[in-house]
């Protein structure tokens, strides 16, 4: 037996208070399973959003204030803390409790600072899938120091090109360029600050021509859950056009990801990659999720990210008909093994609904009005917050997104459109054509 001094089974333990991290859709959806476990007793979500007060409580804590963070885990008794987005875990939050003597003992649900290079650093993710045999596109790395060679690499390359940020770059480092004038224009950019440190050094990489799909994956560092796939729709416009945003919608589960497929992922990427954790004894305990290239029938890494993708958690998570707790706990515990994952097999459809002007300039502190007229479907708040009159405002770029399951895409996705039109705020905006690129397959 592994681990014979961690707790083998949950169904003993007593309800416990828990802290949610983060402030977005994906906090509120996973905020919205939590709040429904036998296991939980009080949840707290720092910061939250107006959202989120429905299934526990706001503090007024930001999620990289690891001093705050931790008085708030002592003086309120929190026995686990679900780290949400990824910057705290790049940062090295899970090594901060698991340093102090305080906070030890308390389970974290993220992975270790060297963990969560998978997603800091995509050089190292490049080199990690390399090493451990992951399909992934041929790649190079360059700095400053050798731009003349990037330069070079590029013209042995094939148009589209690739270019990617090394580091974290709130979304907006990935360039996917058609000319190579303008790829190695965009390559000097980037290596002289573009995106700040985050592009000290630009991984280029191979087209991959195909279509895309997120896989998520939950760990105890030696087990593993395969959860729902998803399909997330990072362009603000329909048809794929317009600029890159932090998704405008997403289904789940993913149509041609059929069994075939998903046993190739399973063998290829997600046995390889846990394994792969454990050989560079790397401590992982937490989500990994892989985005995909199915290329011909064929799955290829495109990223890793080491937390659950937004908006693809809020079809994700719906489905999830397990005690979240129950399973985190186990994650924590090290022996998911015995944890049991049931999963509804109806369809969920997700519909983001944004401010005029995003991803570029919007506006905040508009109204938003129908919230209570949407029946059937979940409203799950990304960018919002209340205002001194106690009123839902709009308090980001994507404000918040109707999520609705049903026997059928078709179905779910009517559902999701017709419940979005309840809801109103001056410059309101959604894709109408999230899940149609799958209906047509």
Known sequence: MLFPNHKSSVTNHLIMNILLLGSGGREHAIAYKLAQSKLCTNLYIAPGNAGTLQNGINV??????????????????????????????????????ANDSNLCNVMLLGPS???????????????????????????????????????EFLKTMPAPYVLKADGLAAGKGVLILDSLEQAQDELKLMLDGKFGDASAKVVIEEFLSGIELSVFVLTDGHHYKILPSAKDYK????????????????????????????QKVEQRIVIPTVKGLRK????????????????????????????????????????IKSDVVELFEHACNKTLDQANLSIDSRTAATVMLTAHGYPEKYKKGDIITGLDAVKGS????????????????????????????????????????????????????????????LLAL
């Open 60 to 97: 007024d804590v930001k999620v990289d204030d690891f001093e705050a963070i931790r008085q708030f885990v002592i003086e309120k008794d929190v026995e686990m803390v679900v780290v949400g987005p990824e910057a705290p875990l790049v940062a090295g939050i899970a090594d901060f409790f």
């Open 113 to 151: 600072k060297a963990g969560a290079m998978l997603e800091g650093s995509k050089d190292f993710a490049k080199d990690f899938m390399l090493r451990h045999n992951i399909p992934t596109a041929r790649h190079q790395t360059f700095t400053s120091a050798t731009l003349q060679e990037g330069l």
């Open 235 to 262: 362009r603000v416009g329909e048809h794929d056009t317009g600029l890159n945003t932090g998704g405008m919608g997403s289904v789940s589960p993913v149509s041609f990801a059929d069994k075939d497929f998903m």
């Open 280 to 319: 560079d004894k790397i401590d992982y305990k937490g989500f990994i999720f892989i985005g995909l290239m199915n290329v011909k029938g064929d799955p290829y890494v495109i990223e890793y990210n080491v937390r659950m993708g937004d908006p693809e958690t809020e079809s994700v998570f719906p489905r």
């Open 378 to 437: 979940l409203v799950f708040h990304a960018g919002t917050a209340r205002n001194q009159n106690f009123n839902v405002v709009t308090n980001g770029g994507r404000v918040l997104c109707v999520t609705s399951l049903a026997e059928t895409l078709p179905q779910a996705l009517l559902q999701c459109y017709q419940e979005a039109e309840k809801i109103q705020w001056n410059g309101k905006y959604c894709r109408k054509d999230i899940g149609q690129d």
